[in-house]
């Protein structure tokens, strides 16, 4: 019997906790920690097994560990015989497109792990430059945040979309006041606003000097020339070319994560019949399930996950 058509997809930033490196010390994957360690500066196994979950939501330590975690699901999965073969396709959300080219085969572990560091840092140290914030907007279409950010602009506030993760789901960025904005006016178009803990506007125009940083960080970066098909965040397309991912990783900082119309990509245009979800946490298992509810949906945020995935769920991957 020939498996179903997959896309494995990976996680980011907000899906850290205290001791999440704890399930995989001591697996074949943890070697892995060494490489990340070395490439960005950082201690992160003492990052991944005792840091406090409060210092963890700086943005520069929070992306290094879900990018971590996330690459050590992906090899533990590999390593233990539960994925063979090659992918239909991967996709990341906003840091998870890292670990997506890993995985992809497009960009090698170093070298991501370097970017990793520069785009945390640099995202950091612009949002310290300009102070913004985030919220979602849950229930309404995004015609309608759309309409509503624009007229919050009009009205001198900035305020942009960031993220279209779902139906009813979708994310703004911008100065506190224009975010402050934004959820005032959402009761007006059936919204619920939502405020996120984050630490800075992200995919929003307050991220241009990060982008700067992280355009003279790729400089010196080789990608495949082919590789497993990425659904880049940044147009909701598969890209098999490492050429295209300079260009599109720089772009994604200041840009919307169209994360819903990739999922319908990999799924309406691609024919993948499963989604499993590789790193911390099973926020886009839930999100994907909202997206297309009759699509197969699997979760692998640690080697207990792995074990659980009996021979009948075993998948081409």
């Not at 992906?74 to 998870?96: Q, V, Y």
């Amino acid at each position: 019997m020939t498996p179903e058509p997959i896309a494995l997809l990976f996680p980011g930033q907000g899906t850290q906790k205290q001791g999440m490196g704890e399930p995989w010390r001591d697996t074949g994957a943890w070697a892995l920690v060494e490489t990340v360690s070395e490439q960005s500066g950082q201690d992160v196994a003492e990052l991944l097994l005792h840091t406090d979950g409060a210092l963890l939501r700086r943005t520069d330590l929070a992306q290094l560990v879900v990018f971590t975690v996330a690459v050590m699901a992906h090899d533990e999965a590999r390593r233990t015989g539960l994925l063979t073969g090659a992918p239909i396709a991967c996709a990341g959300h906003s840091l998870g497109e890292y670990a997506a080219l890993v995985a992809a085969g497009a960009l090698g572990l170093a070298d991501a792990a370097r970017l990793v560091a520069v785009r945390g840092s640099a995202m950091r140290e612009a949002a310290e430059l300009r102070e913004g914030t985030m919220g979602v907007l849950v229930g309404a279409p995004l015609q309608a945040v759309e309409e509503l950010t624009a007229d919050a602009r009009a009205a001198g506030h900035q305020v942009w979309v960031a993220n279209v993760n779902a139906p009813g789901q979708v994310v703004v960025s911008g100065s506190v006041e224009g975010v402050a904005a934004a959820s005032a006016g959402a009761p007006g178009i059936g919204a619920k606003p939502i405020s996120i803990p984050v630490g800075g506007a992200f995919h929003s125009p307050y991220m241009a000097p990060a982008a700067e940083r992280l355009r003279a960080a790729l400089a010196g970066v080789e990608f495949a020339a082919l590789h497993t098909p990425v659904v880049a965040n940044t147009d909701a397309r598969p890209h098999a070319s490492g050429a295209d991912w300079p260009e599109l990783m720089i772009r994604q900082l200041t840009s919307p994560v169209m994360w819903e119309a990739g999922v319908r990509t990999l799924v309406d245009r691609m024919g993948c019949r499963r989604l499993i979800e590789l790193g911390p946490g099973r926020t886009l298992a839930g999100v994907a399930r909202r997206i297309t509810p009759e699509t197969e949906v699997l979760s692998i945020d640690s080697p207990v996950a792995l074990g659980a995935v009996g021979p009948a769920s075993r998948v081409l991957a």
